[in-house]
């Protein structure tokens, strides 16, 4: 209806006046989403989109069980966190109860984002080790305060030149296989050897200009790339090269952990590794600001080097009593199982299409984070950016909510919510079949 068209206009400039231009809103023509279900999202004019992009709303939009959680602890209590208070301790033995059991992580300190999280990994690797340099992988991302910044090497989100960041920061080659210095199969051992040497070699050359390493910080999986799974191999070599070199693993789990990738609950896990430093965020809250550091006593520790930490609502016993709705949800609703088996049949998809449509190069990832490269040349891997961008408001068109990602912007990101169900992925791969056969 007219009316509601207007609506839609009024708010969007209404938007344009009132935020900054680096603050996107990523369609030409935006809806104006009033409300949101399960894996739905529905506009003011009653239209309803699959979501396909929202891992922050890890169990689906207007979960019950986390609406009675805040509407319960609100009017019980709700303090920052100097007290004791029974839920923090009860939330961080929760999420410490997650982890692989030979691991040696005992300790958690919670804030409010994943740039918060990320900050403070890299304030507790410079703590415990007493050096500063840290190293990052090239095209990542990792938030936008100072320091998480600082380690953002996506030239996407941080148009910083790589030679021009703070003297702490050093960044390394990123291990794709599919575009980088060294390029082959899955499971060719070699190509994760040859990225780890690499990166040995600069640890070398940072120790011999008396740049020892405190930390070296990843994802386990390449999620800004669009969920590039790493070569078989790197991450255990890196982080073993990082240890000699007494530096701390920092594994940024804060897209790609937390049951997403369904075989597993952690990225890391992928790779057979344990890292020093876990930050976790996004779901953690289905949306309400929760963010968080795993790590030992011993790391931790190392904080009171540099005076008090606080952060007001960091933990407070709000936070703490969702995040403990949100993992009794991911557990009663199966939903690292549903990530694994509805992921499979969209992976699946995917690659049907992939055989049928030229313009699809790799499909990335596993469980529901994946991602669909597009390529205008399978041998140049020339990214089909403008293709992909004119593929998303189609589908836009067509009730499916999917984003670009990468350096490129040529992958269409695949992460929804985990209650995706079969019938909605099916769906989805409709959609993308009629763009690419009718055009965009
Ligand atoms: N790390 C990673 C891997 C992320 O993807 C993000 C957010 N996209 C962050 C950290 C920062 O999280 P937040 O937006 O909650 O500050």
């Not at 100097?82 to 919670?110: C, G, Q």
């Not at 920092?250 to 990738?261: L, N, P, S, T």
């Not at 469980?367 to 399978?378: N, Q, S």
Request: a negative charge; proline letters at 4%; charged letters at 25%.
């Amino acid at each position: 209806p007219l009316a509601q068209r207007d609506e839609a206009a009024d708010e969007r400039r209404r938007r344009e006046r009132i935020f900054a231009s680096a603050q996107e809103r990523y369609y030409e023509q935006p809806m104006q989403i009033e409300r949101g279900w399960r894996h739905h999202l529905i506009d003011t004019t009653g239209r309803s989109y699959v979501d396909v992009v929202n891992n922050v709303t890890g169990l689906g939009h207007g979960h019950p069980g986390v609406a009675d959680a805040v509407n319960r602890q609100i009017r019980i209590l709700n303090t920052n966190s100097r007290f004791l208070y029974r839920e923090l301790a009860e939330y961080s033995e929760r999420l410490l109860a997650l982890l692989p059991e030979d691991s040696a992580l005992d300790t958690v300190l919670l804030v409010n984002s994943g740039s918060e999280a990320v900050d403070l990994a890299l304030r507790l690797a410079q703590a415990a080790t007493g050096r500063k340099t840290v190293v990052a992988l090239r095209e990542a991302y990792h938030g936008w305060t100072m320091a998480s910044d600082a380690v953002t090497t996506s030239a996407y989100d941080n148009p910083y030149a790589l030679d021009n960041r703070p003297d702490w920061i050093h960044v390394a080659d990123v291990p794709n296989r599919f575009r980088g210095t060294y390029r082959g199969e899955a499971g060719d051992a070699a190509i994760g050897a040859k990225y780890a040497a690499d990166l040995g070699r600069d640890l070398d050359a940072l120790a011999a200009a008396g740049r020892d390493v405190a930390g070296f910080i990843c994802e386990s999986v390449l999620g800004n790339a669009g969920g590039v799974l790493l070569p078989g191999g790197y991450l255990a070599d890196a982080y073993s090269r990082v240890r000699a070199a007494g530096g701390l693993c920092i594994a940024d789990e804060v897209q790609v952990g937390f049951g997403r990738m369904g075989s597993s609950f952690w990225g890391f896990e992928q790779s057979g590794v344990l890292p020093d430093i876990i930050t976790i965020a996004k779901p953690m809250g289905n949306g309400f600001p929760i963010g968080g550091v795993i790590t030992t006593k011993r790391i931790a520790d190392a904080l009171a080097s540099q005076g008090q930490f606080f952060s007001s609502a960091g933990g407070n016993p709000l936070s703490c009593v969702v995040g403990l709705s949100v993992l009794d949800a991911m557990e009663e609703e199966r939903l690292q199982e549903n990530a694994r088996v509805v992921g499979g049949r969209l992976a699946e998809g995917f690659r049907a299409l992939a055989g049928k449509h030229d313009l699809i190069g790799p499909v990335h990832g596993e469980g529901l984070y994946l991602g669909v490269e597009l390529v205008r040349d399978h041998a140049t891997m020339e990214p089909a950016t403008a293709e992909a961008s004119a593929i998303c408001e189609r589908l836009k068109e067509l009730g499916v909510i999917v984003l670009t990602t990468s350096e490129r912007s040529n992958v269409l990101k695949v992460k929804p919510p985990l209650c995706l169900t079969a019938e909605s992925a099916d769906f989805v791969i409709a959609r993308l079949d009629e763009v690419l056969s009718t055009g965009w």
